[in-house]
């Protein structure tokens, strides 16, 4: 048993009736295996333990780990290509890079380089996009399992319209994807997500077959993308002229459920809110990406006020890096570009990095907050001393103050520590091209 006391911001309601910012100035969390036992200002907490070890970590914010639910593993590597809107973007940039991943050896370091990443951002819990080769994916699994992070995550798919070398079969996808849910799914804190690529790419007979995989074990996850991009939405309707709307592509196949993830959602119709929301699915926004290809300003109230649950993801690749902090602050500025968008507060922002990917990713009562009963996923803000932000939190008017101030300035660089079930987690260290730890890193 160990207490952690720390200056805690956590977000733990719900997010449309959220100011909800719990602030704990001088918190005492006990922690026993994991996960947090107790919890009170630390006086009262060491009266109640007195013998227990306390680790302080005072001096910097302590808040919830991360929860990003969508960022695409193969594309840490091409992050930055500017100028071109999605299928341009795909085509020039994203999928020759995917390609690439048919390797094993390259598919292992490109593993390494997004998981140090995600640690180095803050994000302990991650839906992620995965590859279209099943070793690629193996080792995104098996590299994740060493790192410790919560990773849900699954073969891609798709049988046209994207690289030859990008295509497999119906029958092809269900037999890999089995294999890695044999493998992967249930095995520590790590899940597996069924993932055709879009619909753009995948036929019905491979929805089909995705429908077919999520019946072989229980508890599978369903992600995709929706309603990204008004050109790539006009050549699904052409694709699928007896579908209803975009969403119904993957929802007579019934992969809308309650453990479905659509990323994007930026152009949706009123039938595909209400379908989402009666399904209870939910939609990760990627506001840095739509920003970057033009995509559109992402209709958040139209989603909250269908009851859509939403959270956000970093997509990385058509995105601008790890940080769910840069994300919020995107979100913010997309909202308040739009017009009839949601004026978001800093509670907003922390509830949309954490407790709104918890929830989405039905891990709610596990991880996004620091109550009683949550694993202790967290990580801890100390900015170097004379940033800007370590000069703003210093003069802070109050907690939601200091909030904004972390996530206008906040970055990677200012995260210490990261912890996941009470562990530190670490980076992995990057790989040279012949698959061996550089002489730098065997030091
Ligand atoms: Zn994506």
């Known amino acids: 048993m160990t207490i952690y006391r720390a200056t805690v911001l956590d977000t733990p309601g719900d997010l449309p009736t959220a100011d909800g910012l719990r602030v704990s100035e001088d918190c005492g969390l006990v922690v026993k295996d994991g996960t947090i036992t107790f919890r009170d200002d630390f006086p009262a907490v060491r009266a109640a333990f007195p013998d227990e070890q306390v680790v302080d970590l005072r001096g910097g ?49 490109v593993a ?48 046209r319209l994207l690289a030859p070398g990008l295509h497999t079969t119906p029958a092809t996808a269900l037999r890999e994807g089995k294999a890695l849910v044999d493998r992967w799914h249930g095995r520590g804190r790590l899940r597996y997500a069924v993932s055709p690529r879009f619909s753009l790419s995948a036929s019905d007979a491979m929805l089909e077959s995705c429908a077919a995989l999520m019946e072989t074990a229980p508890d599978l996850w369903f992600t995709s993308h929706l309603n990204e991009n008004l050109d790539e939405i006009e050549h699904v309707r052409r694709l699928f002229p007896s579908a209803e709307n975009y969403l119904s592509t993957y929802g007579r196949h019934g992969l809308v459920t309650g453990r479905s993830v659509l990323a994007h959602d930026v152009h949706p119709s009123a039938a595909e809110l209400e379908m989402l929301a009666g399904a209870g699915a939910a939609v990760a926004h990627c506001p840095s990406s739509n920003s970057a290809l033009g995509s559109g300003l992402f209709p958040l109230r139209a989603h909250l006020d269908a009851g859509v649950r939403v959270a956000l993801g970093t ?16 979100a913010y500025f997309v909202q308040q570009l ?17 407790r709104s990917g918890a929830l989405a990713l039905g891990l709610g009562d596990q991880v996004g907050d620091l109550s009683v009963g949550r694993q202790f996923d967290a990580v801890r803000l100390h900015p170097q001393p004379g940033s800007t932000l370590d000069v703003a939190l210093r003069h802070p008017k109050d907690a939601t103050d200091a909030l904004a101030k972390i996530f206008t300035l906040g970055t990677p660089a200012d995260i210490d520590v990261v912890r996941v079930a009470g562990q530190v987690v670490t980076a992995p260290a990057q790989l040279s091209l012949d698959g061996s730890l550089s002489p730098m890193e065997t030091r």
């Open 112 to 159: 390494r380089d997004f998981l140090a990443g995600l640690v180095h951002a803050g994000t302990t819990t991650a839906l992620v996009f995965g590859s279209h080769f099943p070793d690629a994916v193996d080792a995104l699994f098996a590299e994740a399992e060493t790192v410790g992070l919560r990773i849900t995550a699954g073969l891609v798919v798709s049988d």
């Open 61 to 109: 914010v302590l808040l919830p780990g991360f929860v990003d639910t969508h960022v695409h593993y193969p594309q840490v590597r091409v992050v930055g290509g500017l100028g071109r809107p999605l299928l341009d973007w795909l085509r020039e940039c994203a999928l020759p890079e995917e390609l690439a991943l048919s390797d094993p050896v390259y598919a292992r370091g």
């Open 338 to 354: 739009l017009d009839g968008g949601v004026a978001l507060t800093p509670a907003h922002l922390l509830h949309l990095a954490t």
């Open 315 to 330: 997509d990385v690749g058509a995105g601008t890096g790890f940080s769910l902090l840069k994300e919020g602050l995107q």
